[in-house]
């Protein structure tokens, strides 16, 4: 079992900047993906990044140049820097954790972002 833990959601303005973090823990394979995803009133819930080591990485286009997913192993901790924020980024945002060679995944509880003037 894996439990993953998010934090660092809030309101922000427009152009503004947030950092979510999630921490992990329990049995960790040592080949896995972690990744954030979102899902906005009325939307699918859709990947965001994703992250298997740190020249190893995905974005959804929306956020690439924006966005910046990273993870520290030692502190088991994932993180996501959202830079240039807009109202579309509004969302409950979800960590992930995944195993590659297995079909076991797990979800955090989610954290709220939401961007408004």
């Known amino acids: 079992q894996v439990q993953l833990v998010e934090s660092g959601g809030g309101l922000v303005q427009p152009g503004g900047s947030l950092r979510l973090s999630c921490v992990y823990s329990g049995s960790i394979s040592s080949v896995n993906v972690l990744g954030w995803y979102r899902k906005a009133p009325g939307k699918e819930r859709e990947l965001v990044a994703r992250?298997?080591?740190?020249?190893?990485?995905n974005y959804a286009d929306s956020v690439k140049g924006r966005f910046t997913i990273s993870r520290d192993n030692s502190e088991r901790t994932l993180y996501l820097q959202m830079n240039s924020l807009k109202p579309e980024d509004t969302a409950v945002y979800y960590c992930n954790y995944a195993e590659i060679y297995g079909s076991y995944n797990s979800w955090g509880q989610g954290t709220q972002v939401t961007v408004s003037s």
């Open positions: 992250i298997r080591s740190p020249s190893n990485t």
